[in-house]
């Protein structure tokens, strides 16, 4: 004590100093320092949270991102199909259209070579027809002048007997 006395310090006024301190101390934690505490693990709770918050949301992107890929995928190569699929059917189409007009052609280029075979045939039988007017009335002609009356007769009996027998 001697010791502290000489070298000015109040014992009293020490003591009084810690209990003071103590009870600053005391009242500081419970009052200001572990609501402070509560409130900076409160607020690291949160921040905690909403980088686990994030975390799930950016994965959660990531999934969706690659389901879209997928998808987007999946859709391209759909179509593409579809798109072959209708070429194809197209193509076959094309094929059946050409082959159907081919038809067509045939049977319209053999119906008119007919048709033209039955022309040409009818034309020749009018054509034996006037010629062989033509020959009769130059044959008549040409036997009133040379022949009599009784040759003539028998002359186009023959005549007429050769005529009957031909066919158009």
């Not at 950016?58 to 199909?81: D, P």
Request: net charge negative.
């Amino acid at each position: 004590m001697e010791l502290i006395d000489k070298l000015g310090i109040d014992l009293q006024l020490l003591i009084a100093q810690v209990v003071n301190f103590f009870i600053l101390l005391f009242i500081l934690t419970k009052l200001v320092y572990k609501p402070i505490l509560n409130l900076l693990d409160k607020r690291k709770k949160m921040i905690e949270k909403n980088v686990e918050d994030t975390q799930r949301i950016e994965e959660r992107l990531e999934k969706l991102e690659e389901e879209k890929t997928k998808i987007l995928s999946e859709a391209s190569s759909k179509a593409m199909e579809v798109i072959e699929v209708a070429k194809k059917e197209a193509e076959e189409e094309k094929q059946q259209t050409l082959a159907n007009a081919k038809k067509e052609i045939s049977s319209l280029a053999e119906r008119y070579r007919s048709q033209l075979q039955d022309e040409k045939a009818q034309m020749m039988n009018e054509i034996k027809g006037e010629l062989a007017e033509i020959i009769i009335k130059s044959s008549e002609k040409i036997i009133k002048k040379e022949f009599s009356g009784d040759d003539q007769k028998r002359l186009e009996g023959a005549i007429s007997k050769e005529l009957t027998s031909i066919k158009y």
